[in-house]
């Protein structure tokens, strides 16, 4: 099995920043898109910024300019690093990769647990 466990939420003003980390965790498996997702009360869950494992990236629009997803495949790690952050991005922010076990090509999605990320205004 494979373990997603997501750091570095937490309270911040706006206008503040902060970086979230997910890393990966168990034995023989490979991963390929990894990204964030965010929930907040009342909404649905929705993807905030995704990368490949060759690079490529892809950022939801509210988010452009102002968070950079980056990932260090030899750690199996996905970072979000969040600047200019507003309070309407409050939500429980998940990490999300798409892993296949032991030698499979077969991809299959995992998700953290979740890590709440608060902005005041």
């Known amino acids: 099995q494979v373990q997603l466990v997501e750091s570095g939420g937490g309270l911040v003003q706006a206008g503040g920043s902060l970086r979230l980390s997910c890393a990966a965790s168990?034995?023989?498996?490979?991963?390929?898109?990894m990204g964030w997702y965010r929930q907040a009360p009342g909404k649905q869950r929705e993807l905030v910024a995704d990368?490949?494992?060759?690079?490529?990236?892809n950022y939801a629009d509210s988010v452009k300019g102002r968070f950079i997803i980056s990932r260090d495949n030899t750690k199996n790690t996905v970072y979000l690093q969040m600047n200019s952050l507003k309070p309407e991005d409050t939500a429980v922010y998940y990490c999300?990769?798409?892993?296949?076990?032991?030698?499979?090509?077969?991809?299959?999605?995992?998700w953290g647990q979740g890590t709440q990320v608060t902005v005041s205004s």
């Open positions: 990368i490949r494992s060759g690079g490529n990236t």
């Open positions: 168990g034995s023989r498996f490979s991963s390929n898109t």
């Open positions: 999300k990769a798409s892993v296949a076990l032991g030698y499979s090509n077969v991809y299959y999605p995992h």
